[in-house]
């Protein structure tokens, strides 16, 4: 789908989406429990649809109590014993790895497969855990997916780099309390994204999952045999969806965004004093948060712990006065797309100057984006921060591949709309 935006200021009140990342977890761990639970204002996107079709393979027991499938009843399968089954991933990274150690568990014949970019993406940091369960892996070519694993993952003492994407990570904390015996993970490297392992720690608390962590994140400690408890959740609103509202606030008129926390563990909820750091205006008003239109200058930003950010931040980056750098974003060019790549292309597009290097990107912000032609790469926040960035042009942006957002914010297109978006 391609549209064609004309420049206007956005502004009024939005109702924030749920969080896809609590919407991940929660559902995970209601699935490997034992009993029924109920999750309510979960998100309904292309990735959670693909991680609810996974674990009903695993043999969850998923009801739909409302019609848009944001309230479930899940009856959970406890450990999973699964064989000569096929575990389809679509495009979510999160599915994938998350999911793997599960489903090595006890596995026969189980096939993981991806579809669009999600095959190349990266699965390797799990083969040396794997190896040494004896758990065989079978690919076929260069690509990551359709992998075929067979055998049982064992208790043990793990290592995983810090450098990698932090979903490895929870997949083995999902996995590990599981087995018979206790097991340790060690973190080698400082480890990245930590906010991201601490919601998973979070979660894992609210069904019953005992896990010991070093005060610097870098040592887990997961006794055996533990059994998940149901218990039902509802999932706050997304601060990494959120930041693309705030962006809307600061440059055009106010915006208030609603189903937000005043506190948060999510660590995208950093987006608040980064923009406050660059000048911009987001304060907390009877129960909702609230972006105001500021000038705002460029400062130094280190993403390592928020990546999913980097693609609101570089916009915001250059609307403001002065030059901005973002480093820390290496390995978002292993994401939905080359995301360091594709968010300089696309600033360049709209007339501004920009230095991508391998970790990230210099910034010159301007006064006024030129307008233009923008690919999203089907990438869901390519899309969206283009769309954030299309109220400061001097003239239309068509962007390429508009349908990417249905990956985590199907109704973003219908909320630009309704806060004052003209697209055709």
């Not at 954030?388 to 001097?394: F, Q």
Request: charged share 20%.
């Amino acid at each position: 789908m391609d549209i064609t935006i004309q420049p206007n200021p956005i502004g009024g009140t939005v109702q924030v989406p749920p969080s896809k990342s609590l919407s991940h977890r929660a559902l995970i761990c209601a699935a490997l429990a034992d009993g029924e639970s109920t999750l309510e204002h979960l998100l309904v996107s292309e990735d959670i649809v693909a991680t609810c079709g996974v674990l009903e393979a695993l043999g969850a027991k998923i009801e739909k109590l409302n019609a848009d499938g944001s309230k479930l009843k899940i009856k959970g399968c406890g450990r999973p014993f699964v064989g000569n089954i096929t575990l389809d991933c679509h495009e979510s990274g999160s599915t994938v790895r998350f999911l793997m150690p599960l489903a090595a568990i006890n596995a026969k014949n189980v096939i993981l497969t991806g579809k669009g970019r999600l095959p190349k993406r990266p699965l390797e940091p799990y083969r040396p855990i794997f190896e040494a369960s004896q758990i065989s892996w079978k690919t076929e070519g260069t690509d990551a997916l359709p992998l075929i694993l067979n055998g049982t993952l064992k208790p043990g003492d793990y290592k995983m780099p810090g450098n990698v994407s932090s979903q490895f990570i929870s997949g083995l904390l999902f996995a590990l309390p599981l087995l018979d015996h206790p097991s340790t993970l060690r973190v080698t490297t400082p480890l990245e994204s930590r906010p991201y392992v601490d919601l998973t720690l979070g979660v894992l608390k609210r069904y019953g999952i005992s896990i010991d962590v070093s005060e610097d994140g870098r040592f887990y400690t997961i006794p055996g045999a533990q059994h998940y408890h149901a218990a039902d959740y509802s999932v706050e609103g997304d601060f990494s969806q959120a930041a693309f509202w705030f962006a809307f606030g600061v440059n055009g008129r106010a915006v208030r965004c609603e189903n937000l926390p005043k506190t948060s563990l999510q660590g995208d909820a950093v987006i608040i004093p980064l923009i406050r750091q660059m000048g911009g205006q987001v304060e907390w008003q009877d129960g909702a948060w609230v972006a105001q239109p500021s000038v705002r200058h460029g400062i130094d930003m280190d993403v390592s712990q928020c990546p999913d950010l980097m693609p609101i931040l570089a916009v915001l980056a250059a609307t403001a006065e002065g030059q901005s750098r973002i480093v820390g974003a290496g390995r978002l060019r292993l994401k939905e797309s080359d995301r360091l790549s594709a968010m300089a292309d696309l600033l360049t597009r709209l007339g501004v100057r920009v230095e991508e290097a391998p970790d990230g990107m210099t910034i010159w912000g301007v006064s006024q984006l030129t307008g233009g032609e923008i690919d999203t790469v089907n990438d869901h926040r390519i899309a969206m921060a283009a769309a954030a960035a299309s109220e400061c042009c001097s003239g239309p942006m068509i962007i390429r591949g508009a349908e990417a957002v249905g990956k985590s914010y199907p109704d973003f297109w219908q909320d630009f709309r309704q806060n004052g978006g003209q697209m055709a």
